[in-house]
């Protein structure tokens, strides 16, 4: 590409020769320095983000307790001594087979990130959009209205966590006080309550989800050719016409990678339950992420089985990287 | 005034009195909305300043005289919070400096002089952005405790470079597709070398965006959670994990947990507020440019 425009650019013959034979030298190391550039941030992606997830996909296949070596033996031909820790073996989909059908957890969890999901997709994301329509159609201070929504997406979800416990605390917290089931025989404990405490957290979800949303909506909505706008306006088009006829079919790039933020984040959700239930299992916030790391952290590691939940949530979340990537190579090939 | 009236079809401007009625409606309960989205910030910032007797009374006293008592007591109570803090700060800057200098040379072979298959290579870093970070991190615990690297700060260093080099190189590669070619061009036939162009041209012209880019690396790696208390125990813990463990130790000193949290999350709102509108490019997964 480089050596095109120069060509373009050089009229006389002498300097052309001398000059394209440089090019082609320089193009020569140009590649080696390119492979460099490229390769060292490749290479650290390839070893750091994919080598160990396609090793918790072979980890899935083991029972290990992370202590002495794995062999490459099948558990059930293995010598078991109670008491002392047994070097891993392979056990095929046992721990598959066993998350499915008797790992308590599993199904609790699999069905709570499944309507954290939903509930950004129903909720989260139309309040994000509203927002977002609100302030490009310049509502008032639309400045500082902005500044207040995105202030949740730049807190940590940690600190996000310990904010809304203050706010959902049954005795000192606001919303009780304003609901007034603040008494000591009326308490609602929001967090603790295993009907409750999912929808509460996902209330703190949300409130971040909803910027974020916003945020990307608002950068959609500034690209949009107000001609467009201008011409259904003319045509006798209404606002909410226009908007949904008009503005939003253009908006479609966006709504991809809004759809897979919005999977990618209901995967990944971990911190706010981590926070709210102070690092121990608590009944009605079991999630995919928390089980994993909690057959990691905890006194028995049981690696293998760990694994295979991450394998479950990696599975789950390859659907999301295809599609986005299937639209990006299509919009490209066009 | 009249001219710019007359413009505009009649039709339209009948309806202009009864619309902007409801306008005004609806920008209030907007505005409402958004008060309400901003109480549980204010009302964490609010209690860091009350006395611990006035913050936890019930109901919450909302009027009570304000003090630095919150403050005092995070920093010279029992538990010194400088070591997480600075722990916070190393890990976010080193990998932030780090990333800056991988994520500037491959989105220059990604824009300026693009290499064959260019496009191929920013979707395989983006791809790497979308796995879930949980589905890595058993093989990457195991890993670590072999080498002895558990509690080790240069870990997750390492591991947040990787996990914001995507974001870092998608950003960047739209900066530096910016940049006039001529320009460098112009530069390449005075004899000027790929170091000195990077150093002399690319770089100052995007630095908006380069400033930009350490930004979200900064408040990514400054928030994470889940590879710091994994892989963390005593030493090397950051922020927020000593946030969450204070939480579970001194949650009955509101006050005090409230003033934590207000310094821990200090950094990134400033970071925040500083990029807000070049966030977007980073936060958009590079959709939005």
Request: hydrophobic share 50%; with cysteine; glycine share 6%.
């Amino acid at each position: 590409m480089v050596s095109t425009t120069t060509e373009k650019t050089t009229p006389p013959a002498t300097t052309k020769r001398r000059r394209r034979r440089t090019v082609r030298r320089l193009s020569r190391r140009d590649k080696l320095v390119m492979a460099l550039l490229l390769g060292v941030p490749l290479l650290l992606d390839l070893a750091f983000v994919w080598f160990p997830a396609l090793a918790t996909v072979l980890l899935s296949f083991t029972k290990w307790t992370g202590v002495g070596g794995i062999h490459l033996k099948a558990c059930s031909a293995a010598s078991s001594l109670p008491g002392i820790p047994q070097p891993g073996c392979i056990n095929g989909v046992q721990n598959y087979n066993q998350a499915f059908t008797n790992y308590p957890d599993f199904w609790p969890a699999v069905r709570h990130n499944a309507i954290w999901l939903l509930v950004f997709i129903v909720f989260a994301t139309p309040l994000g959009m509203l927002f977002a329509v609100l302030i490009d159609r310049g509502i008032r201070g639309s400045r500082v209205y902005q500044s207040l929504l995105f202030l949740p997406v730049m807190l940590s979800l940690a600190l996000i966590g310990i904010i809304w416990e203050l706010i959902y605390s049954p005795n000192y917290g606001l919303i009780n006080t304003i609901i007034g089931r603040n008494g000591n025989n009326n308490l609602i404990d929001w967090l603790g309550d295993p009907h409750l405490n999912l929808w509460a957290v996902l209330v703190e979800a949300s409130w971040r989800q909803a910027g974020y949303v916003m945020v990307l909506y608002l950068a959609g909505l500034k690209a949009v050719d107000p001609s467009l706008r201008e011409a259904a306006l003319m045509d006798g088009a209404n606002a909410w016409q226009t908007f949904w006829r008009v503005v939003f079919p253009t908006l479609r790039p966006i709504n991809v990678v809004i759809v897979v933020i919005t999977v990618i984040e209901s995967l990944r959700a971990f911190d706010l339950v981590y926070i709210t239930s102070k690092g121990n299992p608590l009944r009605g916030l079991e999630l995919l992420s928390v089980s994993v790391t909690q057959n990691i952290v905890g006194e028995t590691q049981r690696i293998g089985f760990g694994s295979t939940l991450g394998v479950v949530l990696l599975v789950i979340s390859l659907v999301p990287i295809t599609i986005f990537l299937y639209n990006a190579f299509r919009r490209e090939e066009r | 005034m009249t001219a710019a009236v007359a413009t505009r079809p009649t039709t339209h401007a009948e309806k202009e009195p009864r619309k902007s009625h409801a306008n005004v409606y609806f920008g209030v309960i907007a505005w409402i909305i958004g008060i309400i989205f901003v109480v549980p910030v204010l009302f964490m910032i609010l209690t860091s300043f009350h006395s611990e007797a006035d913050a936890s009374t019930n109901p919450p006293s909302v009027g009570a005289p304000l003090t630095l008592d919150g403050y005092r007591e995070f920093f010279s109570g029992g538990i010194d919070p400088w070591p997480y803090l600075a722990n916070s700060l190393t890990a976010s800057v080193l990998s932030t400096i780090i990333v800056l200098a991988l994520a500037i040379p491959a989105a220059y072979a990604c824009s300026i002089r693009p290499v064959r298959k260019w496009t191929d290579v920013m979707f395989f870093f983006l791809s790497t952005k979308m796995l879930p970070p949980v589905a890595g991190l058993l093989p990457i615990y195991l890993i670590a405790q072999r080498i002895n690297m558990l509690d080790n700060i240069f870990l997750l260093v390492i591991l947040y470079t990787s996990m914001n080099l995507p974001i870092a190189v998608w950003m960047m590669r739209s900066f530096l597709a910016e940049i006039p070619p001529a320009i460098l061009e112009a530069a390449s036939i005075d004899g000027a070398g790929l170091l000195y162009q990077m150093r002399r041209i690319i770089v100052p012209i995007s630095m908006p965006g380069i400033a930009a880019t350490s930004l979200i690396c900064f408040i990514f790696s400054w928030n994470e959670l889940l590879f710091a208390r994994v892989l963390t125990g005593v030493s090397a813990q950051t922020g927020p994990v000593f946030l969450t463990s204070f939480v579970t130790s001194q949650g009955l000193f509101l006050a005090k947990v409230c003033a934590a949290a207000t310094i821990v999350s200090l950094p990134v709102l400033i970071a925040g507020f500083a990029a807000q509108d070049k966030l977007v490019q980073g936060l958009s997964l590079g959709a939005v440019k």
